[in-house]
């Protein structure tokens, strides 16, 4: 983790130039490392950090990986995907998602403390014009806290991204 940290610098996301594409074998040994370091005294901001070089640096098939993983139902890994490693990605789109994993993410928008403006949520990134307009915008009429603070958030959000 030390030596990762140093080449991974103080940002976040970090910025590693000529790193080109990356080959890092199975997620499934990365994620369990990410999860163990996560609650660690510096893990949250190493795993945040670490998040964004698997989007920038690794070829489709295993960015797909990841989305598959959090695609099934029983996954240990999905809060860990959702904060800090599916955020990152720009081409994901919420047609990538299995309706379970759909109902996770807003589930998600639930939770107090879960949306803020300086970080990317992953709906926020993900969710489509159709999505907003069929799945989100709905959702506003009847939103409780924290709810209704949180879908603010990630229509801003999700408005910027699609320029709006």
Same mark, same amino acid.
């Given at each position: 983790? =030390?030596?990762?940290?140093? *080449?991974?610098?103080?940002?976040?996301? !970090?910025?590693?130039?000529?790193?080109?594409? &990356?080959?890092?074998? &199975? $997620?499934?040994?990365?994620?369990?490392?990410?999860?163990?370091?996560?609650?660690?005294?510096? #893990?949250?901001?190493?795993?945040?950090?670490?998040?964004? !070089?698997?989007? =920038?640096?690794?070829?489709?098939?295993?960015?797909?990986?990841?989305?598959? =993983?959090?695609?099934?139902?029983?996954?240990?890994?999905?809060?860990?995907?959702?904060?800090?490693? *599916?955020?990152?990605?720009?081409? $994901?789109?919420? =047609? /990538?998602?299995?309706?379970? /994993? $759909?109902?996770?993410?807003? /589930?998600?928008?639930?939770?107090?403390?879960?949306?803020? !403006?300086?970080?990317?949520?992953?709906?926020?990134? @993900?969710?489509?014009?159709?999505?907003?307009?069929?799945?989100?915008?709905? +959702?506003?009429?009847? @939103?409780?806290?924290?709810?209704? &603070?949180? *879908? +603010?958030?990630?229509? +801003? &959000? /999700? #408005?910027?991204?699609?320029?709006?």
């Amino acid at each position: 983790m =030390e030596l990762a940290s140093t *080449l991974l610098g103080g940002s976040c996301p !970090p910025d590693v130039p000529n790193l080109g594409n &990356q080959e890092i074998g &199975q $997620i499934d040994w990365w994620l369990e490392w990410m999860l163990e370091v996560v609650s660690t005294e510096k #893990g949250y901001w190493f795993v945040n950090q670490l998040g964004s !070089p698997f989007a =920038e640096h690794l070829n489709g098939e295993m960015q797909d990986e990841f989305v598959t =993983e959090f695609n099934k139902s029983g996954s240990k890994f999905r809060r860990l995907l959702l904060y800090m490693v *599916l955020p990152y990605p720009s081409d $994901i789109t919420t =047609e /990538a998602f299995s309706e379970d /994993a $759909i109902s996770f993410l807003l /589930a998600d928008l639930s939770r107090e403390g879960r949306i803020s !403006p300086f970080e990317r949520h992953l709906l926020s990134q @993900a969710a489509t014009e159709q999505f907003v307009t069929e799945r989100l915008l709905p +959702r506003l009429p009847d @939103a409780k806290q924290p709810l209704l &603070q949180n *879908l +603010r958030e990630v229509l +801003r &959000q /999700a #408005g910027s991204h699609h320029g709006r």
